[in-house]
């Protein structure tokens, strides 16, 4: 998943942004605007530059940290409803051909690969078939052309 452009976009945005966020809420922790967004927080806006940077790291990993759970969980549901339209509609491309381990080939299109299961399915079928890694002789690209 980490193939997708949106992602490594997303992901590179949001830590930007938030160090970012953080550099700004430093170098203005004297105005009032930032003193009361640090007392929404609880956080004691009278500190000095490097507490105040301590103070803020913790906030800002846990943001990160729900920002990325929203991330991969929108962008799997998304791609699980593309998929789903396609297969409904039979608009999935054959990409590989599948030969398992005992001789028999088919065109499938692969939905993904993890480090135990394939998860593909079959031309002219509307139901995902996950195969163990094992179970699989080997996938050739079907060409493009």
Known sequence: ?????????????????FFLIQVLFIKYSHTNLVQKILKSYRMN??????????ALI???LILIG???????????????????????????KQNYTLTTGS???????LIDINSIYYFY???GEKQIK??????????QVINKN
């Open 66 to 92: 729900f920002e990325f759970l929203a991330l991969f969980v929108g962008l799997g549901i998304g791609q699980g409803v593309k998929i789903k339209k396609r297969l409904d509609t039979q608009t999935l």
């Open 45 to 54: 806006p009278d500190l000095d530059k490097r507490e105040l940077r301590k």
């Open 1 to 17: 998943m980490i193939s997708n452009p949106i992602l490594i976009l997303m992901v590179l945005s949001v830590v930007l942004l």
């Open 121 to 123: 399915v079959k031309k």
């Open 130 to 139: 996950i195969a163990p890694v094992g179970s699989i002789g080997h996938l």
């Open 103 to 109: 001789g028999e080939t088919s065109p499938i299109y």
């Open 58 to 60: 913790p906030v800002f």
